[in-house]
């Protein structure tokens, strides 16, 4: 017998992945067209992101169906009962794979808009970089694997330490990549203070627009216009997920029903479909087809980023200027 509650949650859950499913549906189009468009006008876009992006938006649409396919498996009332049952286990392997592959594609794309962002500049990402961020985010894949099939395969309690693990790393992952995004942003705006020449030998995102005759100053604001905004995009990409890792590990080690319900669980599975249509939605936003839609959406954030930035290079310019002013004094 199937309880109210069990209803309510079943319903929600169900609701919210065809929002999602609905809203990745519109945005596969829109952007294959929207690539072809710009393929139509010269406009060079990096074929691997480009790649990346698509098989991103398709994995985000295929995520809450099999979301739906699980759920409903688990649904013994109204319309449900009357679907063909399916092996539970089998369903959840789908399930399984289909959320690493999405936060494999996540990462990729991240770290190939990192290196797309500042290549040809002195701060462009490292082996080093990508190497240790490789072998974390392997490492996390590996232990929510050994912590999802142990849930469905059978319940060990002795490896109940994975999604702690996997968790921890997701979000020291998270915070990583945000730190390097803002950090490469501060270091190229101190660097266009001390040099003002950022566009010589410049080849990252948003050059596409530096062949068209501009002159230098307009160049340099196209560039770093163009760095904030991939660096404000990817860390509001980033940030949904981490608030929903941290949901998840509060749900996971805090489990209280409210009001005879797992509130959280509802506010959980809100916010997980929130955060894919929100990541969805700021990878469209990266792409120089989406400038007016970015500045209607983005322009007040945006400003206020780039001039923090821009404040924090200032002041450090400033400090480093004045130290070696004082050098020069004391030498003559």
């Not at 319309?79 to 092996?87: A, D, I, K, R």
């Not at 200032?314 to 004045?322: A, C, F, I, Q, V």
Request: charged share 15%.
């Amino acid at each position: 017998m199937t309880s109210e509650n069990d209803e309510i949650l079943c319903w929600v859950s169900i609701l919210s992945d065809v929002v999602n499913v609905l809203f990745g549906s519109i945005f596969i189009p829109l952007t294959i067209f929207k690539f072809y468009e710009s393929h139509n006008k010269s406009v060079r876009i990096k074929k691997s992101i480009g790649y990346i992006t698509i098989g991103f938006f398709s994995i985000s649409t295929i995520v809450p169906l099999a979301w739906i396919l699980f759920r409903a498996e688990s649904c013994n009332f109204g319309p449900f009962q009357s679907l063909p049952e399916l092996n539970k286990s089998l369903t959840a392997t789908l399930l399984i794979a289909v959320l690493v592959t999405h936060k494999i594609l996540f990462n990729i794309y991240m770290l190939l808009r990192l290196y797309f962002t500042f290549k040809n500049t002195v701060h462009t990402i490292t082996i080093k970089e990508v190497s240790c961020y490789g072998l974390a985010f392997l490492i996390e894949i590996l232990c929510q694997l050994i912590y999802d099939f142990n849930e469905v395969y059978g319940y060990h309690s002795y490896l109940e330490w994975a999604i702690y693990v996997y968790m921890l790393i997701d979000i020291i992952l998270s915070i990583s990549l945000i730190s390097l995004f803002f950090n490469k942003l501060y270091n190229m705006v101190l660097r266009n203070k001390e040099t003002g020449d950022l566009s010589a030998t410049y080849g990252g995102a948003g050059s596409e627009w530096l062949d068209y005759g501009m002159e230098q100053n307009t160049r340099q604001v196209v560039i770093i216009r163009t760095m904030v905004r991939q660096a404000l995009l990817c860390s509001v990409a980033i940030l949904s997920r981490l608030l929903v890792d941290i949901l998840i590990l509060f749900d996971e080690v805090f489990y209280h029903p409210v009001w005879n319900i797992n509130f959280l669980f509802i506010v959980r599975k809100v916010l997980s479909v929130g955060a894919i249509m929100l990541q969805i939605l700021c990878i469209y936003l990266s792409y120089h087809f989406a400038e007016s839609l970015y500045n209607s959406c983005c322009s007040c954030c945006h400003k206020k980023c780039q001039k923090n930035a821009e404040k924090c290079a200032n002041k450090k310019y400033e400090r480093d200027l004045n130290k070696q002013v004082s050098m020069n004094y004391f030498r003559l």
